[in-house]
């Protein structure tokens, strides 16, 4: 990662953390602890600065699925495992809402309530 706009700040972290960042790039997750706070920092602040419209939430997968929600990604249906999760929400909730009118119909036409209209 280039960075050319940068600025040095210095912090102080527990050694706690330190350990764990240092997991991080053993595992190969991170090149640095440097990217991985960068990582770390982006994330936190795209969860703090949202859109109105917008509500974000942390979402625990099992491995299994996210395999599964990889595959979709690596098939191109998807653009990532968040696209694939947010295009799986929208169908689930679309399907919901077309069945809960479905059923509104039903009693409606039962208890007679279209003949009135």
């Known amino acids: 990662m280039a960075m050319t706009d940068s600025e040095r700040v210095t ?10 960042l240092e997991e991080l790039v053993e595992q190969g997750r991170y090149h640095n602890k440097s990217d991985a706070i960068r990582a770390a920092i982006e994330l936190f602040l795209s969860t ?3 859109p ?8 625990e997968v099992p491995k299994a ?9 690596n098939a191109g249906d998807s653009l990532s495992v ?11 909730t679309k399907l919901r ?21």
Request: hydrophobic share 35%.
């Open 65 to 73: 699925n996210v395999s599964k929600l990889q595959e979709l990604v």
């Open 11 to 20: 912090i102080r972290l527990p050694n706690s953390l330190l350990q764990k």
């Open 48 to 50: 703090e600065i949202t």
């Open 97 to 117: 809402v077309q069945k809960m009118v479905e059923e509104y119909e039903e009693i409606r036409k039962i208890k007679g309530l279209d003949e009135e209209e």
């Open 52 to 59: 109105p419209h917008v509500e974000k939430f942390t979402l």
């Open 82 to 92: 968040a696209d694939a999760i947010r295009d799986a929400i929208k169908e689930y």
